[in-house]
């Protein structure tokens, strides 16, 4: 009896589609006739990464294996650093270390499928990981963007209120910004999930992306997504404007601060610790808004994977090279422990 009125009713739903010219009627007559025809749910998908040739992916699969590679040695640097010299046993080091945790956590989440796609012919992945894989996207990203704030407002009182910064940021205050941080950017995620999860897939199940992005995932949908673009731009708003925001006023009032500072030997070390963190924030939130916010392209699928690239892969690699380049307790620290090694 269900079945019939199930088919009964997606019966009639085809016949209304058909007959009228509503906006995304096709998309609707495409799920019904998809629906009629087979009841079973999805199991797998296809990710169609990047359209190139053999040679081609071959010679990509050598240049992000050593990128990936770079990521994984100059985050490990960094956390190594950070766990041995007692001189970086400070709030913002602190920070860091998660923020390299994250950018470890957020490469190792895509590019290894990513490498593995380029050198099969058969580029599946079964639903459940594919889900995984976009809840652990979202999560690592929502993070990065809220450790990133952390990190700024750290810098804000050390140079705006360096007498009260022990008192302000305590080793209880930081852990409990840090896991708030982990905390908001997982409850966001699965909110994004809970809301896919409650979709229908139908129709052709290839993934235009070398992983499964959110809307490249949402593409696939053969139901109403807008309750799921809304909740995705009100996202952006409160996880990349918001932020970004308070970042941009911590900065503005760290440079008046900078300004005063008689001692050009202090005024030169706040500039250096100050512009490592503002590259890295300039490089994560200008492509993330740019890929979640900023009007599509005529190729919208390529730009999203340009961008998803971008900080999925040269992110993560940049940083460590970023904070280390240009911060001189980094380099002290890192001459400290080889000196150590050789002395032995």
């Known amino acids: 009896m269900y079945n019939i009125t199930c088919l009964k009713i997606n019966s009639d739903l085809h016949l209304l589609f058909s007959s009228t010219s509503l906006p995304g009627s096709d998309q609707y007559s495409h799920c019904c006739q998809g629906m009629t025809e087979n009841q079973t749910w999805v199991t797998e ?41 007692s001189r970086l046993h400070t709030p913002m080091y602190f920070f ?35 889900i995984m894989q976009t809840f652990l996207y979202m999560a690592f990203a929502h993070t990065e963007c809220l450790i990133l704030v952390m990190m700024s407002y750290d810098r804000y009182v050390a140079i705006c209120h360096p007498l009260q910064y022990s ?6 205050v930081c852990t409990v910004l840090a896991v708030t941080s982990w905390a908001c950017g997982s409850l966001l995620a699965l909110l994004h999930i809970v809301l896919l999860l409650r979709l229908p897939f139908c129709g052709p199940h290839e993934i235009n992306h070398f ?37 941009l006023v911590s900065y503005s009032r760290i440079l008046a601060a900078i300004l005063r500072i008689q001692s050009g030997e202090g005024r030169r070390k706040a500039f250096s610790t100050c512009s490592s963190h503002l590259c890295v924030v300039g490089l994560f939130f200008g492509s993330a808004i740019v890929m979640y916010m900023a009007p599509k392209s005529r190729h919208p699928e390529e730009q999203q994977k340009t961008l998803s690239l971008f900080y999925s892969l040269f992110n993560p ?28």
């Open 211 to 247: 992983f499964c992005e959110l809307l490249s995932v949402l593409k696939l949908v053969c139901a109403d997504t807008r309750l799921n673009q809304v909740v995705i731009f009100a996202a952006s708003v409160f996880i990349l404007v918001g932020p970004l925001c308070l970042v």
């Open 167 to 172: 008192v302000i940021m305590s080793w209880r």
């Open 96 to 130: 860091l270390s998660h923020l390299a945790i994250v950018d470890i956590s957020y490469a190792s989440n895509n590019v290894p499928k990513m490498l593995a796609n380029l050198l099969n012919k058969k580029k599946m992945i079964s639903f459940a990981p594919c």
């Open 317 to 344: 690699m940049l940083n460590p090279l970023i904070y280390s380049l240009r911060n001189a307790e980094v380099k002290g620290a890192l001459n400290r422990v080889l000196w150590k090694q050789r002395s032995r």
């Open 45 to 85: 998908f296809i990710l169609l990464g990047f359209p190139v040739g053999p040679s081609i992916q071959v010679l990509l699969f050598g240049l992000f294996s050593l990128f990936y590679t770079l990521t994984l040695l100059g985050n490990g640097v960094i956390l190594g650093l950070i766990w041995l010299d």
